[in-house]
Structures are given as C-alpha cells and as structure tokens.
C-alpha cells in the first residue's frame, strides 16, 4: 500500500506539472487559431480531453523503458497531432523552421528535391533544375520507398525531409518506385549546395523571350522584371513571351501573386476560402507598374510537375484569358499553407485554406487543364521511353538544357525538336496579334 500511494504520488506530481506544460502549448495554440473566450469555454466544458493527454504524458516518463524528456514527449506529441489532419500540415522544430527560412531565402544543402505525401505514398514532386536530383533523372510521380535503406511507409514528410538533407559532398540513397517500372531502382547522390536561382532566360526567333521559373521564392518577382526588362532592352521589337512553369513546384503564395500580376491588369488572380475568416481572402491585379508594356503575347507551359504557386499563375492566365496554357495537366495542388510561428522558435505549417482560380475552379487534387494538350514525348518517335530518358540524362550532365546555356545563345531548331511543347509555344505564339499600348483580353 506504501509502494502505492508512493506510486500515486509521483504520478499526481508528474501530471500536475506535464497539466502545466501541456496547458501551455495547447492554449498557444488555440489563441492562435480561435479567440480566448472559446479557448475558456471548450477547456469548462470537456476537461478531460487535455487530462487524457496528460495522464498518457505522465505515464509513459514514468513507466517507458528508456527515460524521456518533458520536450521531446511534447513535441512527439504535437506532431503526431498536426500529422494526422492532412499530408500538408507540419510540426517544425526551431531548427526545422529555420532550416525553411534559409530554404526560401536563397540556398539550402541536399538533393534539390521537392517531396509530398499523396495517398500515405512519399512521392516527388519536381525535382530543382540543375540538381543532383535533376541531374540523376528523378522525375515527378516517383515514388520514395526507401531513404538509405530506411523504409518509408508511415514515415512523416518532415522526416524524409530531414533524412534527404545533410552535409555538402555526403551521399544518400534514395530507392524509387516508377510508374510503368517491373522493380525499384536505388540512386545514390552526393549532396550539394541548392542555389535557387528561381528565374533563367533566353530568346527564341522571331523576336520572342523565354523564361523559366523553377520556384517562387522571396526574389522571384523582381528577378522576373529583371528578365524582362532586359529582354525589352536587347530585343527590338520585343513580340511575346513564353513562360515555363513545367516542374516548378512552388513556392511563395505573395510571389505567386506579384507573378501574375505582372501579366494581368485588373481582377481576380487568386482567391483562398477557409474555415476561419481570417483566411478568406482575395487577391487582385492593379493596372499600374507593369514592366511588361501593353498586351505582349503570352504562352505558359506546364506539366505534370508544375504545382501551388505555379498553378496559382497559369490558372489565373488561363481564367483571365491573358494567354494560352500548353501541355499537360498540372500536379494538382491546392491548399494554402500558413507558417504559425511558436513561442520557443518552433512553429506549424498547418493546412488552413484551399484557393481557387478566378473562375471559381479549385485546383487541389485536381490540376490545370491546359488550353493545348502537348504530351513531352512524341508518340510516333521509334525509340522507347528509357532511351529517350537516357538522352535527357545524358544531355543534363553535359549542362545542355534549355537553360543551362547564356541567354543570349538562341534556342536552335535542334533543341526545339527534342522539346515538342515549347515548340508548340512558339508555333502558337507566332500567330497571336501583338497589342502594344492596349490592355483588352485575349483569348
């Protein structure tokens, strides 16, 4: 009886300061998220919800085999909370969350890889141009079963994250799934410096620039004017504008926004609806500080990588009808993520709004239709799938992509050949009247 009420005694001074700690996180993280008085009110009315939590806390310091710490519990805590809701939410660390500071800001070390969960499956994204990733000849809708051999079923995004990043010049090893593939495949990489340079430029003939982004970042934008403006100076008479937003898997909705604008003059480009107000919004485009003078022809290119912020822009040139959008249907991802930073420098990435297109379309799940459908390999080349991969590998170790090469070295006959959507660009841009000084619609 002794030994119990001892037992007892320990558990009821182990509740009552976990109760504490717990009281804490969980009110931090309903102010942000709901007012004070229903915070009051719902902890009245169902005390026990947060003293099940506690009790199971203080349980297993007491009773687990190896001796936890208060904050690691917590923190295990919070993220099996926040992973449960959906594939996009998150629980950061504080050196997970700076780690995404440094990631949108310029440069981060790994693969140059972007991953999402999508039906408990860890799967790519896009690869980031010109990284070991891209150069190894991982493609979108890869499926990662194993990372250095560890099993990645029930394994949490944030997890795989942090197992992929590491050290410039360390390897890992990454065991994908292909669709269509008889059996895994394991690449080994060497990790390096991700520099996200999220805007590259060249010209076409005929008086046409080209500009790829890869991602949105927080510099996107001006880099974009900057492209611009270069390609008014130099190219006289500047007559269109191909935008590549093939397998850029997003970024910034605020940059999304101010991409966008710079083709549109007035409306809608993006609206987001969630179940708080505050994440209801609208975003418009303003008539004035345009680089791009008048109504320039305007084609965007997508594909299957093309995600978020780049959707968020080809929806809105679609909707608006400022352009064509060509090739395949986008990745399909839809929500709005909102960074809630803590108060111990941790924070939550929590899934809090879907946004949908000036139409009303919603893109999650979904996608982006283009306008003309150009699959990226013909169907009447004679050489199979894996050799035509093999060419792009190949040609991406060499540095010979689109843009690899100087802006000022024209896209040849030749690389358009091997790139039968952005020849369709072109082919498609050549025919649309040039407006200069005139801000109607096209179609």
Same mark, same amino acid.
């Given at each position: 009886?002794?030994? !119990? ?6 558990? *009821? ?36 919800? *947060? ?11 007491? !009773? ?24 996009? /939410? /998150? ?85 994908? &799934?292909?669709?269509?593939?008889? !059996? ?16 590259? $430029? ?5 008086? @046409?620039?080209? @500009? ?19 390609? %008014? ?31 549109? /003059? ?12 505050? %994440? ?5 485009? =303003? ?18 990588? /093309? ?8 929806? $809105?040139?679609?909707? %608006? ?15 709005? !993520? ?15 709004? =879907? ?7 919603? @893109? =999650? ?31 991406? &170790? ?46």
């Amino acid at each position: 009886m002794k030994e !119990q009420r001892q037992s007892s005694r320990f558990f *009821l001074e182990r509740y009552t300061a976990i109760t504490g700690l717990i009281l804490g996180l969980v009110g931090l993280l309903w102010l942000l998220m709901a007012s004070p008085g229903a915070v009051q009110a719902e902890l009245e009315k169902n005390p026990e919800k *947060l003293g099940v939590f506690a009790e199971a806390l203080a349980i297993i310091e007491d !009773q687990y085999m190896e001796p936890k710490d208060t904050k690691s519990l917590v923190y295990g805590s919070i993220r099996g909370l926040v992973g449960s809701l959906d594939s996009h /939410s /998150s629980f950061m660390t504080p050196e997970e969350f700076r780690e995404l500071r440094i990631e949108t800001r310029g440069s981060f070390s790994g693969i140059g890889i972007e991953i999402t969960l999508k039906d408990g499956l860890l799967m790519v994204v896009s690869p980031i141009e010109g990284s070991p990733a891209y150069k190894a000849g991982l493609q979108a809708g890869d499926r990662i079963m194993k990372i250095d051999g560890a099993i990645t079923k029930n394994m949490t995004l944030l997890e795989a994250v942090k197992k992929i990043r590491g050290p410039k010049g360390s390897p890992v090893t990454l065991t994908i &799934m292909r669709e269509g593939a008889k !059996q895994m495949k394991s690449y080994t990489l060497t990790r390096d410096i991700i520099p996200i340079r999220s805007v590259k $430029a060249r010209y076409l003939d005929n008086g @046409i620039g080209y @500009i790829r982004i890869t991602n949105f970042q927080d510099q996107t934008d001006g880099d974009l004017r900057k492209a611009i403006k270069e390609f %008014q100076y130099k190219i006289k008479p500047f007559k269109g504008l191909v935008l590549d937003l093939r397998n850029d898997p997003g970024g910034l909705l605020d940059q999304a926004v101010r991409v966008a604008d710079e083709f549109l /003059s007035s409306g809608i480009i993006v609206y987001t609806e969630g179940r708080n107000k505050t %994440q209801t919004m609208k975003f418009y485009a =303003h008539q004035n500080d345009k680089v791009l003078e008048g109504d320039i022809p305007l084609v965007v290119i997508i594909n299957e990588g /093309s995600a978020s912020a780049s959707e968020i822009v080809a929806g $809105a040139v679609q909707d %608006q009808k400022r352009g064509l959008v060509v090739g395949t249907k986008s990745f399909g991802k839809g929500s709005v !993520q909102t960074i809630i930073p803590l108060e111990d420098g941790s924070a939550l990435r929590l899934t809090t709004a =879907h946004y949908y297109t000036p139409s009303g379309k919603t @893109i =999650h799940e979904k996608g982006i239709n283009p306008d003309v459908v150009v699959e990226a390999a013909s169907a009447s080349d004679d050489k199979t799938l894996k050799e035509m991969r093999d060419e792009a590998l190949e040609r991406r &170790m060499k540095r010979e992509g689109l843009t690899d090469k100087p802006w000022s070295q024209p896209v040849t006959a030749e690389e358009l050949k091997k790139d039968p959507q952005l020849a369709k660009a072109l082919e498609l841009i050549k025919k649309m009247p040039v407006r200069v000084g005139t801000t109607t619609a096209r179609h």
